[in-house]
Each structure stands twice: as C-alpha cells, then as structure tokens.
C-alpha cells in the first residue's frame, strides 16, 4: 500500500471488523438489509440495526426466518433496484447455497460480508477459509481482506463493483472469522459527503426492474431453448474478465480518494527480487509478512504474494509473479476433500514443471500458525529445493502437536 | 450492446404460454369450477402463481388446463369453496 495525500476529510477510528463493515453499509446508505444471525457475523447485523434504529441509515431491516429467506429478500429487492446487502458466515452460507446461484446468474447487484468460519462436524466456530471458497464457482465475485481497514474498504468498493453496467454481478467480501470480525484496529473513515460524490444512488434500472405496475416481465423462468442457459454463463464469464478491469478502475479512483491503494486483484510483498514466492489469501497474511521480513534477515530471498479477489481469478497476476520464481509456496486455510488445498489446487496449473511447488494445507478449523511456524514451513521448502533440485508436493499437512 | 442490455435481452421474458410451461400428463388434481357456487370474487384469478384463470368480462372464471398444474392454490382461496380438486382422470 503507497501513500499519496488524500482528497477526503477522514476520521480515524478504532472499531472491530464487524463494526467496519457495517460502518461502510452505513455510508454506502443501503436501502435494504436483511440477514440471519449466526457467529462470528452477528455484530455486523446488530450494528446496523442499531443505526437503523437511530436513524442514522434510513433502511429496511428486513427479520426472517433462515439465511436462504435473507438472500431470497435482498435478492428480491435488489431486482426491484434497491441497493441491498447482507452478511453471513459458515453454515448460514451454505443454507444460502442455492439462492447465491439465483443472485448471481440474474446479474443482480448485491453486496454479502462473508465472515469466514469452519464447517462442522466437529462444532467449530472458528477461521477457516473453506466456507467463503465454496462460492468460487457461482458466479460471485470474491475478496478477502487482511485487516479492518481492508474490509471497510473492500465493502465499500463492493457496491461501486457490483453496480458497474460491465460487471453486474454480486460481491462476497470475505473477512476471518474472530480474527478480523472482533478484533478492534484503527481506521481511517472518510465523511458522508466524499462517499456520496464517490458513490451515487444505485440506478434502479440497471441492469433492469421488477416493480408493481411497470412492464410485465417473468425472470427466471424455463427459456425457449436450453441454448439460452449456455450464453448466459458466457456473458457471465465476460463480465468476470471485465471485471478485472473495473476492479481496478474502481480502486485508483478510491486509491485517490482515500490515499489508500491496493493491488488491485492481489498484492506482492517483498516480491521484486525474490527468488521464492509464498501465496495466500486473508488474515494471516499479515503473520505470514512478518515471518517473511524475518526470513530475509537470515538472506533467504522470498516475497509474498497476497490474493485479494479469488473471483474473477486473478490468473495473469499470478502468472506474472511466478514468471522466473524459483519455487511458490502456497498456504491454504482451506480444504476441498480429495484435492488438498484450494488455492494451491487453482495455482498449482499456473506454475511450470521445472519450478519448486508446496501447497500447505494449515489452520483449519481455526488454529493458530505463528510467524515462527510459518517461517520454520517456508525455511523447509527453500532449503529442500535448494538442496535436492526440484520439489513438487501438492499436499503438505501442517498439524501441530496437541497434549492429550 | 451493453452488459444491461444482453441481460435483458436473455435473462428476462414477457409472460405468455409458451410450450415450456405447458402442463404435460404430469398433473395428479384438476381443479373444477362449480359455477352454481362461485360469486365471480376473482380471488382465484389473483392467486392463481401460473396466471391460468382468466377472469372474463362477465366476471365469471375459465382455469386453462393446458397449463394449469394443479396445485390447487385457487381452492384453498376460494372463501366459497367453489373449486374441488378432483383426481386425473376421474373427470
Ligand atoms: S390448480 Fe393451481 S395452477 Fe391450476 S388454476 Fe388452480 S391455482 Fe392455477
Ligand atoms: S375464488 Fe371461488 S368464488 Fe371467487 S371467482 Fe374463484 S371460484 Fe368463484
């Protein structure tokens, strides 16, 4: 992230991820919200319904009975041209399964916190990436943010994305459970009236609306010809692609709003003359960072690539880093069973034969890898590599010791 | 042609009958109209989800078989209890 002087009067703030989330719905003045309970996203919801409450946004809060009735009703609204968010976690996600694929193949614009949890059995509320990944093919555009000012950020900019006449698609802004959702950090807010200039009212007719009394329309209904289900996915996977680009458009303008730039689609840390790249997605980054920082004081020479939007997959990025790398290692806080790693699954093809590779399966269900440990994992892979050539290992388990 | 556009333009359709929504030998009840009962309310016209009860100018009601699915919504509104679900096939 490189400073530049910002154009918006912020105040500096110190609130919990959750809170941040509902901070920026508060300045992107939402028309709708609805949403089920569930931890680690309760607080975003609360918090909201407390402004709603105080009049500090003037919103529907929509109560229902379940998660797929929360997308169901922000989808629904979001089709009537209503700005429109929710949140989820964890099991609540995957009782939404269905209606993600709805929302995002009727091109509806929406905005989704994902606070990242495990999936049980066993009981576990704690990080894990795997929940948000199961979304990866449906059609939503995916983030992760490192840190709170990160998911205020990438919130914000969801509605500007998802609203965008290229993409039309929904946005999940993911953040780690526990770890981003109640832990307070500062950041930088910018006033009601910069995001108003920034981000208008949504245009309730794009990309079309349902309302009493318009135009007779059925959506959603069986097609003339099964071809049309085809030529959807493909319009779909175009504004995937274009995406990309007005991610990026979306951010420098944000970037000069705020000061603060991202990547856009990832961020490479310490990349430039590394001869080893480590890849990751979300929280841990930041631990991962600092094992790095302490690696390179030994002389190891390696960098860290951070992957900010899984979806659209930022494939030429990472391509372009790995180009001359002599081995990428990639950490996953995720399992797709059968496969390993979710991440290293999708990169794994990125990377040439003849370049070292480890896909790190670790922290899941939520436990702890220190700098230490993360850097003892990194130290492995570059001395193996160096010391015996070529090292390819798609599934490496990182579980430690537990007393008994 | 804008993204908007394309989507309109696939996504969405004006209702009509259209081969797709045809009720195929599929539907187990039929509803029936008993005309000496009904007092033409149209509250069945309102509900009915597939918009297959034409509610005509005499305010009297048709169901159109050819796409009604018998899910027997309109007798359960119907505050007279004017339309039975009868089995396939029986009528
Ligand atoms: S049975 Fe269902 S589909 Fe058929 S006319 Fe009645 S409400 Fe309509
Ligand atoms: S709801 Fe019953 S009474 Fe009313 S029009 Fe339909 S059949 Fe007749």
């Known amino acids: ?62 109560r229902v009975e379940s998660e797929f009735a929360a997308l169901a009703t922000v989808y629904g609204a979001a089709a009537g041209g209503a700005r429109a968010f929710t949140a989820t976690s964890s099991h609540g996600l995957f009782y939404m399964y269905e209606m993600l694929w709805w929302a995002a193949a009727s091109r509806v614009p929406l905005v989704m916190a994902v606070v990242t949890r495990a999936l049980g059995p066993p009981w576990n509320i704690h990080d894990e990436h795997t929940d948000i990944l199961a979304m990866r093919d449906s059609g939503w555009i995916i983030g992760m943010a490192q840190n709170v000012q990160e998911a205020f950020d990438m919130t914000l900019t969801a509605f500007k994305i998802s609203e965008d006449e290229r993409v039309l698609l929904p946005v999940a802004v993911g953040l780690d459970g526990f770890i981003l959702s109640h832990t307070a950090e500062p950041l930088d807010v910018p006033s009601q009236e910069d995001v108003d200039a920034w981000l208008p009212p949504r245009n309730p007719r794009i990309p079309y609306v349902i309302e009493p009394g318009g135009e007779a329309i059925t959506m959603g209904n069986l097609p003339g010809n099964d071809v049309y289900h085809a030529i959807l996915k493909k319009y779909m996977d175009e504004s995937m692609e274009s995406a990309k680009k007005v991610i990026a458009e979306v951010y420098d303008e944000y970037g000069k709003l705020t000061g603060r730039n991202y990547g856009p689609l990832t961020e490479c840390y310490r990349c430039s003359d590394a001869k080893y790249l480590a890849v990751s997605m979300g929280a841990w980054s930041g631990d991962i960072m600092n094992a790095i920082d302490r690696l390179r004081n030994e002389g190891y020479s390696i960098g860290l690539l951070r992957i900010r939007y899984v979806r659209p997959f930022p494939e030429e990025d990472i391509s372009g880093w790995i180009n001359g790398m002599r081995g990428i290692i990639v950490f996953d806080r995720d399992y797709s069973a059968g496969m390993g790693g979710v991440l290293a699954g999708e990169i794994n093809g990125l990377v040439p034969n003849n370049v070292s590779f480890e896909g790190v399966l670790a922290g899941l269900g939520g436990f702890d890898v220190s700098a230490d440990e993360f850097k003892a994992i990194m130290r492995d892979f570059v001395d193996k590599t160096e010391r015996e050539g070529l090292v390819r290992i798609r599934k490496y388990w990182y579980i430690p010791k537990i007393e008994r | 042609m804008s993204v908007a556009e394309r989507i309109r333009g696939s996504l969405l359709s004006k209702p009509a009958e259209g081969a797709g929504g045809r009720t195929g030998t599929w539907r187990v009840y039929r509803p029936i109209v008993n005309y000496s009962k009904c007092t033409k309310c149209g509250i069945c016209w309102l509900y009915c989800p597939e918009n297959v009860i034409d509610w005509l100018e005499d305010k009297s009601v048709r169901i159109n078989y050819d796409y009604c699915k018998g899910c027997g919504i309109c007798a359960d509104v119907c505050p007279v209890k004017a339309i039975d679900m009868v089995k396939e096939g029986v009528v």
């Open chain 1, 1 to 62: 992230m490189s400073s530049q002087v910002p154009l918006a009067k912020q105040v500096r703030k110190v609130l919990v991820g959750d809170h941040a989330v509902a901070e920026a719905v508060r300045l992107a003045k939402v028309n709708i919200v609805s949403a089920y309970p569930i931890t680690p996203q309760t607080l975003i919801v609360e918090r909201i319904s407390e402004m709603i409450e105080r009049g500090e946004l003037r919103a529907d809060y929509v």
